[in-house]
């Protein structure tokens, strides 16, 4: 909150390139201000007029009396810099800059941007825009923006990263009835950002939801750790678009490979509890069951409805989103059955049939409210020759009043037979829709809520104290001096048993004799490899031998391989032969690590072996703030995971030890940002323990 | 077409149980005929009265003194069987049954309902129903139902199998100006379904698009082959309903559990070239932009805006449907940036700026739809301070006149700002949505109609003359009169054999003798399994030896699983023990076959060995009717194609071996409907030729 206490509710606020011209965004700001009921000052500032719109103006904010706390700038963008340091001066604490010119046109417009930035930096103020349509807030109430309307008063917040949308959804929710308590056209985000505007919103008491239209995100981190608090507190729905723009990135690893591009807001999202809308009717459909419905406490959706058709189709729609029928207790059937004709359907959906009115209804909903098995229910209405929809819909009011932690939702099939009744859905604010489908799914998102936030806190990183950070960065500074980005799989594993993770015994010989050494210090069968950053697949070119258990077996092997390297690959450098304890086959597992523009480092787990990008098993979590419950629902996640279990008969795979090694995976991305890319794969997976067998790792 | 000739357009209709009273059915239906314009004779029956409606009425079908074509009977179910057989004494083709009470209610009504069918039957009489709310045809115009209002005059046939989801689509649709050419209740389809009346509906000039909800199927293979036909002429929508309700069925095969209850409607429908809806919105959707748009030449959809925000949600809906944005050419590109401003995106989505007025937008329309890489054009508008929708929106009709191949759809972002251009697109007959995202979801499936219709016949079932149908009886004969329901491993393979499916040698032996025996007949090595149809986990019982290289070797194998099977299932029945040649191990899959209700028999083939269940990467075909090129794609879809193909540098699969063996298979269980389920796990792949290992029959 502290950052924008009186950002939407300041005691004065200053237009400057207020304008005496219809038409103008300085004289529509104006009129909004004026239209709104704000009831601080208002101040026009321009040079040339003494009056607008009724009020004085004054040349220049300096020149204005009394304090001023936010000023909303429409002067041309060759101006706007003057104008904020004017500002600056006057001591506002707040701008909004709608003007447009800035970072959005190029270089030489992202110059301009950072002059301003560097501006309300010198002193102090916090700005929104530039190129933005500015804000609005139906409580203060002020409307600091050139929309043509203001918004109606409710409880959804909305911020837009497109003034167009914005002013779009203002329009369209005008005509649909749909209040807010805040909008806000974020532009350039230039200072302000979505992270602020959503922290204010998770604290301002007029807020039930928060809904964003947003194309990225300002700053990843912060971004996570804001959110993840917000949510908590309320619902933050967010369609984040360009999911196609961002392309295919470059990606040399499996673990990037198979993250795609739109993966880390996916799971960034989710981490942080956002809902994720995937359109704009959604955005709105969500937005509307949160700000008017209870969280209801389980999934459980009880049906009502007078015909047979409508109800199949939300049944069918119920289980697709992973809701459940409610299943009523012995009483309500019995209940049921004593008050409604024969041949009405007792069982979820409840079918008072086509001959069902008002009395009906209201009958069977208040059955259906009262049992303990019904978490939240649908009322289903089709326009038959009897049906009594406003009269039934009164039922449906009181009975929301009696059961208020019970959400209810409509579908009312129909055109004008039911406009009535869906008017009187609106004004006592239950949501009300055409079709069955969104209702179902507006409760499955209401739910999914309700899960995430009965999900006790589990706030603690995972911590390891006993990693050896020093044995890292001195493989780190050795690699590099090599002039290589690209470990060789002994210093990978080294890495890795330097955070403690079990790694199989791996180390580079250079001659036979070595080779013999190592094999017999960590024990028979070994396997050889070349070691060789270059050489990518090492079995194409025969550099690798499997199953050597004798020193002769070494020996000979070494020979060979060095032979096929130099014969396919003469030009390769080779830094010698990496010999590997075989370690007892387990089930095949990747680890692995990518790194977002974004969000930071992204751990992944899954099936591993040959076939991991044929399969793509594979779960992904942010590595930031990483926690033990998240990877075990990592692991739950995929199918691999009904392997580790113990699949068909054979024993499980030992989970703590995985979990450890993953959450070991998280601390050493997150302790050194040089690393780019780690795939290990496979992992053998025990009954006891874990074996990492092949490490690649990459640094930048 | 032949046996609905008149049924829409009758010369004289009946009216059974008409009646006087305000409110009753009988008195609607008369209501509805007299009030859509029906320029046949109308002749209201009932004993009672002589006038109804200011019509003459009839004391009986029988006292009609002209032909009467249509009879709709509306009295009450105990009074059916009759009215239905005077009808036939009349002479009477076609019947509408309104009339409830027949198997719906349960057995009493079923017998009712039967008898009705049969009295239907014996005069020829065609009937739609009972128990449904009638039919209406706006271009002869004739309105049989007892509906408040007949629907608007349009081109969609809607078929529906709920009556009332169809009184309240057309109370919906009214208010919405959406038009039909026909309305049809389906009702209990006690003798007419859907299969007639899409057949119909397919030859009808006045129908272009077919929209059906379906709670089932009344007769698969025949749909399958009435719904192709019908689908090469016109778009057949459905929104089937009901996917939750068919429940697990039990399966025991890998194949059965993996089809799933839904998974046979989808395949059929897909076949057939059926487009399927997911919700009533999008079977809407789907037909508004079907009845109103050319199918487009192909998927590259361009795009025109005046804000980014909502061209970017456009550009992630094209992608996320398999839809591409269009590449202008370098022309259009340099005519775009000679006439648009110099900060306007030129590139698909093309943005006229947030200043655009009319003209701007019209520049930019006909530049892109001249562009011979556009196949679709979708118009986002924003209610932008200068924005122009009324104008803008004569622009896009003319330019839809002028390209009147490539489909214009329109997303008009607001309410009210917009509510005039919205009327107009509606009356220009344009698809127009509140958002971005309907616009592109009706284009991609414009395209995939397109693509459909596009795909050669290919009509041909595959053939194959060598199969040994006797055989196979034989083998059945001898399992049934054993009284098992399970083959044998090697009566499968014979089974297999006789139908040209390359299947492993493999022989039943009784004694170590014969044992090693058979193995020399067929090589070493060789796996010996115990044969047990009640032993399903062989291997856990002890009753498999691999590897057995020797006379020896077999010997001691076949005694030892004796003695394991012994102590542990002392009470199965033994046959005796498989000897089974090992074959060398190639890419492993599964082809299967598992049967449904409504469908018959449907293969699967994908991934197979251990993990067949856990990996799930098996597709579906519908045996009937099955080509080369559908078991080509069905293959294409699996992820074990991948391998196929050659992964990772090994050597390709024999895909026309694969093809081969898929299409046998599916003969195999056309030609014997007592195969119940198959299991072919593993089929080994090989780069010439292909292996079954381990084939499960079970039969009823």
């Given at each position: 909150m502290g950052e924008l206490t009186n950002f939407y509710n300041p005691t004065a606020v200053a237009i400057v390139g207020a304008s005496k011209k219809p038409g103008k965004v300085g004289n529509s700001i104006v009129k909004n201000m004026i239209e709104s009921g704000y009831p601080g000052k208002i101040y026009p500032v321009n040079p040339k007029d003494s009056e607008i719109e009724g009020l004085k103006a004054y040349p220049s904010v300096t020149a204005i009396p009394g304090p001023v706390e936010l000023a909303v700038l429409s002067v041309p963008a060759a101006k706007v810099v003057e104008a904020a340091r004017e500002c600056g001066e006057k001591g506002i604490p707040y701008l909004v800059v709608i003007t447009a010119g800035f970072k959005e046109i190029g270089k030489e417009g992202l110059d301009l941007e950072k002059e301003l930035v560097a501006t309300c930096r010198r002193y102090g103020m916090r700005m929104l825009g530039p190129n933005c349509v500015g804000m609005a807030d139906t409580h203060t109430p002020i409307n600091a923006s050139f929309t043509r309307n203001s918004p109606l008063k409710g409880d959804i917040a909305f911020l837009s990263q497109s003034g167009a949308t914005l002013i779009a959804i203002l329009d369209w929710s005008r005509s649909v009835g749909l209040g807010f308590s805040k909008m806000v056209s974020l532009g350039n985000k230039g200072d302000l950002s979505e992270i602020e505007f959503i922290a204010e919103a998770a604290a301002d008491p007029y807020t039930r939801v928060i809904a964003c239209y947003l194309e990225d995100v300002a700053d990843g981190a912060r971004f996570l750790d804001v959110v993840r608090e917000a949510t908590r507190k309320k619902p933050v729905i967010i369609l984040k678009s360009g999911t196609s723009q961002a392309g295919a990135q470059a990606a040399s690893s499996h673990t990037g490979a198979l993250a795609g591009s739109d993966l880390a807001y996916d799971t960034a999202f989710r981490q942080c509890g956002v809902i994720r809308a995937r359109s704009l009717t959604e955005l709105f459909e969500l937005a509307i069951a949160f700000s008017r419905c209870p969280v209801p406490a389980g999934k459980r959706v009880a049906i009502v409805t007078n015909s047979g058709g409508p109800g199949i189709v939300a049944t069918d729609n119920v289980e697709a989103r992973g809701l459940t029928m409610a299943r009523f207790t012995r009483e309500t059937i019995d209940e049921l059955r004593a008050g409604l004709p024969a041949e009405a359907a007792l069982y979820n959906p409840v079918d008072v049939l086509g001959d069902g009115k008002a009395d009906r209804y209201r009958f069977a909903m208040e059955k259906v409210l009262a049992d303990p098995n019904v978490d939240s229910m649908v009322v289903l209405m089709c326009p038959t020759a009897v049906a009594q929809p406003v009269e039934t819909t009164r039922a449906v009011v009181e009975l929301q009043k009696q059961y208020p932690g019970k959400p209810i939702l409509g579908g009312y099939l129909g055109g004008e037979s039911m406009a009535e009744a869906v008017q009187l859905m609106a004004e006592a604010g239950i949501p009300c829709f055409t079709f069955p489908e969104p209702a179902i799914a507006a409760i499955s998102g209401l739910v999914n809520y309700g899960q995430f936030r009965e999900m006790p806190g589990d706030g603690n990183e995972l911590s390891y104290p006993d990693v050896d950070k020093r044995a890292v960065k001195a493989i780190f500074y050795d690699v590099i001096r090599d002039n290589r980005l690209v470990l060789l799989g002994s210093e990978a594993a080294a890495v890795a048993r330097a955070y403690g993770i079990s790694a199989a015994p791996v180390s580079l010989a250079t001659t036979p004799d070595e080779a013999v050494e190592e094999a017999q210090k960590m024990g028979y069968p070994v396997v050889l490899k070349v070691a060789s950053p270059?050489?990518?697949?090492k079995t194409d070119v025969g550099g690798v031998k499997v199953g050597l258990d004798s020193p002769e077996a070494v020996r000979r092997a070494f020979v060979e391989i060095m032979e096929n390297v130099n014969l396919l690959l003469p030009e390769a450098v080779v830094y010698g032969i990496e010999v590997q304890k075989m370690m007892p086959k387990g089930t095949e597992l990747i680890i692995g690590m990518t790194r977002d523009v974004q969000f930071g480092p992204m751990i992944a787990c899954g099936l591993g072996g040959i076939y991991v990008n044929l399969l793509k098993d594979v779960s992904f979590r942010l590595a930031r703030g990483l926690t033990r419950r998240e990877i075990e629902n990592m692991l739950a996640e995929t199918k691999a995971y009904t392997l580790l279990r113990g699949y068909r008969g054979e024993k499980p795979a030992d989970l703590p030890a995985l979990v450890d090694a993953i959450g070991r995976t998280a601390r050493l991305v997150l302790d050194f940002p040089e690393i780019n890319e780690i795939d290990i794969n496979p992992v053998f997976a025990y009954n006891q323990g874990l074996s990492a067998l092949d490490i690649k790792i990459t640094i930048s």
């Amino acid at each position: 909150m502290g950052e924008l206490t009186n950002f939407y509710n300041p005691t004065a606020v200053a237009i400057v390139g207020a304008s005496k011209k219809p038409g103008k965004v300085g004289n529509s700001i104006v009129k909004n201000m004026i239209e709104s009921g704000y009831p601080g000052k208002i101040y026009p500032v321009n040079p040339k007029d003494s009056e607008i719109e009724g009020l004085k103006a004054y040349p220049s904010v300096t020149a204005i009396p009394g304090p001023v706390e936010l000023a909303v700038l429409s002067v041309p963008a060759a101006k706007v810099v003057e104008a904020a340091r004017e500002c600056g001066e006057k001591g506002i604490p707040y701008l909004v800059v709608i003007t447009a010119g800035f970072k959005e046109i190029g270089k030489e417009g992202l110059d301009l941007e950072k002059e301003l930035v560097a501006t309300c930096r010198r002193y102090g103020m916090r700005m929104l825009g530039p190129n933005c349509v500015g804000m609005a807030d139906t409580h203060t109430p002020i409307n600091a923006s050139f929309t043509r309307n203001s918004p109606l008063k409710g409880d959804i917040a909305f911020l837009s990263q497109s003034g167009a949308t914005l002013i779009a959804i203002l329009d369209w929710s005008r005509s649909v009835g749909l209040g807010f308590s805040k909008m806000v056209s974020l532009g350039n985000k230039g200072d302000l950002s979505e992270i602020e505007f959503i922290a204010e919103a998770a604290a301002d008491p007029y807020t039930r939801v928060i809904a964003c239209y947003l194309e990225d995100v300002a700053d990843g981190a912060r971004f996570l750790d804001v959110v993840r608090e917000a949510t908590r507190k309320k619902p933050v729905i967010i369609l984040k678009s360009g999911t196609s723009q961002a392309g295919a990135q470059a990606a040399s690893s499996h673990t990037g490979a198979l993250a795609g591009s739109d993966l880390a807001y996916d799971t960034a999202f989710r981490q942080c509890g956002v809902i994720r809308a995937r359109s704009l009717t959604e955005l709105f459909e969500l937005a509307i069951a949160f700000s008017r419905c209870p969280v209801p406490a389980g999934k459980r959706v009880a049906i009502v409805t007078n015909s047979g058709g409508p109800g199949i189709v939300a049944t069918d729609n119920v289980e697709a989103r992973g809701l459940t029928m409610a299943r009523f207790t012995r009483e309500t059937i019995d209940e049921l059955r004593a008050g409604l004709p024969a041949e009405a359907a007792l069982y979820n959906p409840v079918d008072v049939l086509g001959d069902g009115k008002a009395d009906r209804y209201r009958f069977a909903m208040e059955k259906v409210l009262a049992d303990p098995n019904v978490d939240s229910m649908v009322v289903l209405m089709c326009p038959t020759a009897v049906a009594q929809p406003v009269e039934t819909t009164r039922a449906v009011v009181e009975l929301q009043k009696q059961y208020p932690g019970k959400p209810i939702l409509g579908g009312y099939l129909g055109g004008e037979s039911m406009a009535e009744a869906v008017q009187l859905m609106a004004e006592a604010g239950i949501p009300c829709f055409t079709f069955p489908e969104p209702a179902i799914a507006a409760i499955s998102g209401l739910v999914n809520y309700g899960q995430f936030r009965e999900m006790p806190g589990d706030g603690n990183e995972l911590s390891y104290p006993d990693v050896d950070k020093r044995a890292v960065k001195a493989i780190f500074y050795d690699v590099i001096r090599d002039n290589r980005l690209v470990l060789l799989g002994s210093e990978a594993a080294a890495v890795a048993r330097a955070y403690g993770i079990s790694a199989a015994p791996v180390s580079l010989a250079t001659t036979p004799d070595e080779a013999v050494e190592e094999a017999q210090k960590m024990g028979y069968p070994v396997v050889l490899k070349v070691a060789s950053p270059k050489i990518l697949h090492k079995t194409d070119v025969g550099g690798v031998k499997v199953g050597l258990d004798s020193p002769e077996a070494v020996r000979r092997a070494f020979v060979e391989i060095m032979e096929n390297v130099n014969l396919l690959l003469p030009e390769a450098v080779v830094y010698g032969i990496e010999v590997q304890k075989m370690m007892p086959k387990g089930t095949e597992l990747i680890i692995g690590m990518t790194r977002d523009v974004q969000f930071g480092p992204m751990i992944a787990c899954g099936l591993g072996g040959i076939y991991v990008n044929l399969l793509k098993d594979v779960s992904f979590r942010l590595a930031r703030g990483l926690t033990r419950r998240e990877i075990e629902n990592m692991l739950a996640e995929t199918k691999a995971y009904t392997l580790l279990r113990g699949y068909r008969g054979e024993k499980p795979a030992d989970l703590p030890a995985l979990v450890d090694a993953i959450g070991r995976t998280a601390r050493l991305v997150l302790d050194f940002p040089e690393i780019n890319e780690i795939d290990i794969n496979p992992v053998f997976a025990y009954n006891q323990g874990l074996s990492a067998l092949d490490i690649k790792i990459t640094i930048s």
